[in-house]
T-cell receptor, first 111, second 114 residues
Framework: QKEVEQDPGPLSVPEGAIVSLNCTYS??????FMWYRQYSRKGPELLMY????GNKEDGRFTAQVDKSSKYISLFIRDSQPSDSATYLC???????????FGPGTRLSVLP | NAGVTQTPKFQVLKTGQSMTLQCAQD?????MYWYRQDPGMGLRLIYY???????DKGEVPNGYNVSRLNKREFSLRLESAAPSQTSVYFC?????????????FGPGTRLTVL
């Protein structure tokens, strides 16, 4: 079993839709949870990170962590064509060790 | 302020050839990383350098060596390339080696080994 799993997609949605992207992880030692966005042929860039359980909001993006079910979510409101990218979740323990990336979900937002 | 730069952008090697991938950052970061990205596998850590003068193995170090030349530069060497090393290689840097320290990634090097 991979430590971090994601549905690879592709996921296609119409412009303006609410997008839900999800990851599951297996190691209960993970405390930090990150979401990266990667445009085609570019390096990943950090969107946001959360520590432990709970929600974090940044503009149109909301990250949610449920440690009891080992489930990580990223919600995108009012999705735009410019949100079309691959979204990678990542996890790490308290010491920044065991930084593990999921394989990514490819999202297409259609105008 | 260029961030993280990588050279070359593309490379084709024959099995058994050697090459060095170069990475430099201008953000005065202490920690630097080398990852490979393969379809369906996500990013996997090859080596990292928590600070100048130190290097440590990551998840998939076999077949690679690294050098932290100075605070700015961190190179990755393939001594005898194999087709299994065909991948996209990303260098990243962060202020420190903590999960809350944002990693900034370079644009990647696309390597094909024939």
């Amino acid at each position: 079993q991979k430590e971090v799993e994601q549905d690879p997609g592709p996921l296609s949605v119409p412009e303006g839709a609410i997008v839900s992207l999800n990851c599951t992880y297996s190691n209960s030692a993970f405390q930090y949870f990150m979401w990266y966005r990667q445009y085609s042929r570019k390096g990943p860039e950090l969107l946001m990170y959360t520590y432990s359980s709970g929600n974090k909001e940044d503009g149109r993006f909301t990250a949610q962590v449920d440690k009891s079910s080992k489930y990580i979510s990223l919600f995108i409101r009012d999705s735009q064509p410019s949100d079309s990218a691959t979204y990678l979740c990542a996890t790490a323990d308290n010491y920044g060790q065991n930084f593990v990336f999921g394989p990514g979900t490819r999202l297409s937002v259609l105008p | 302020n260029a961030g993280v730069t990588q050279t070359p952008k593309f490379q084709v090697l024959k099995t058994g050839q050697s090459m060095t991938l170069q990475c430099a950052q201008d953000m005065n970061h202490n920690s630097m990383y080398w990852y490979r990205q393969d379809p369906g596998m996500g990013l996997r850590l090859i080596y990292y350098s928590a600070s100048e003068g130190t290097t440590d193995k990551g998840e998939v170090p076999n077949g690679y060596n690294v050098s932290r030349l100075n605070k700015r530069e961190f190179s990755l060497r393939l001594e005898s390339a194999a087709p299994s090393q065909t991948s996209v290689y990303f260098c990243a840097s962060s202020e420190a080696q903590g999960a809350s320290d944002t990693q900034y990634f370079g644009p990647g090097t696309r390597l094909t080994v024939l």
